[in-house]
Each structure stands twice: as C-alpha cells, then as structure tokens.
C-alpha cells in the first residue's frame, strides 16, 4: 500500500492542478512538489504568447487565491472569466477548470459566468456553473488530495500529452 505523507495543511488548488490533474496526474505530484517544469519550452511559450497577444482591451491575469483568471471583464453587470488556451483538444479539461474558477467565486458569493476561448481556432464556449459541474469538481479536488500526498509520483506512462508536456525531459530521459 502506498504511504500517505502528512502536510500541516490542505495542499491549495489553484485551476493549473485541476487541468493538470485531468490531462496527467504526474503533472499534478510534480507541481505540487514545486518541481519547476522547463521554461524554454515551446508550448509554455506559444501559450504566453497567445495570452499576451489576445483580446487586449480586457485585464489580464488576474490573481484570485490559489488560482489566475487569463481574463476578467463586465458585462451587462455580469462578472465575466475567461480562460484562454491554445488549441481546443483537451475541452473537457478546460471546461473544469474554468468551471473551478467561477465555483471558487461563487464560494465568495460572487457569481460569474465563463467564457473558453481558442484564438488560434477562432472558437469561444460559454461555460456555467451547473451543480453537476460542482459535483464532479468536489471528486477532482478529493483526488487531487490523493495524488499530492502520496510519497511518490504517480507511475510514469507514455499519452498523448507527453510530446507537449514541459515535464518530458524530466519524465523521459
Ligand atoms: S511527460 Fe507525460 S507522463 Fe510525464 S508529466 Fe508529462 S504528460 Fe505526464
């Protein structure tokens, strides 16, 4: 059986361990270690970029917590989050972490609404707060307690993100 190690606190979940906790729990271990992923690499790059160089009129990265919204903007008197990603292949990831963004405000009784967007695929999905979405993040969050407090990192195994993965080197060489 695996050793559980004991933290003199919950570890914080910020939105980057919830995608990273559905696209591979290794990723979430490693981050949550504080093992730096490479800098250098392209997709981390290309990512920054696009953030930098999309919808320029509205406030970027703005810190809330444990979490970073891409975007934040007003409309109709509505407090909109937006989340930016490079290509829309990994939806369903992105969709919960902005999910977990507008759970985390409404926590603080703000409510929000979120948009995904894909400027590269000039794509948008409007993305609501539903209370299925509440439920499958509270497993996500449990899970991620699983995974942050074992002693060792999740078994290392080849998918489709490894080729853009910042921690490749590390998990390849
Ligand atoms: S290289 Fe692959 S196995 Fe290693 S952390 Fe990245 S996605 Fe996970």
């Known amino acids: 059986m695996k050793e559980k190690l004991v933290f003199s606190e919950a570890p914080r979940v910020g939105g980057t361990l919830v995608w990273y906790y559905l696209i591979c729990k ?8 504080g093992v730096e992923a490479d800098k250098d690499d392209e997709s981390l790059a290309l990512g920054r970029l696009i953030d930098e160089s999309s919808y320029k009129r509205i406030r970027h990265s703005v810190s809330f917590g444990d979490s970073k919204f891409d975007l934040l903007k007003e409309e109709s008197g509505v407090l909109v989050i937006g989340e930016i990603k490079k ?27 979120g948009e995904l967007l894909f400027p590269k695929e000039k794509k948008r999905e409007d993305v609501v707060l539903t209370e299925d979405l509440k439920l499958k993040l509270d497993q996500i969050y449990k899970g991620i307690l699983e995974v942050t407090t074992s002693s060792s990192p999740p078994k290392v195994y080849k998918c489709k993100y490894c080729g853009n993965c910042a921690y490749q080197e590390l998990c390849w060489s």
């Open 26 to 33: 290794r990723q979430v271990w490693l981050m949550a270690r």
């Open 87 to 113: 290509s829309s292949r990994s939806i369903k990831a992105a969709r919960l972490q902005l999910a977990h963004y507008l759970y985390e405000l409404a926590k603080f009784g703000t409510e929000a609404r």
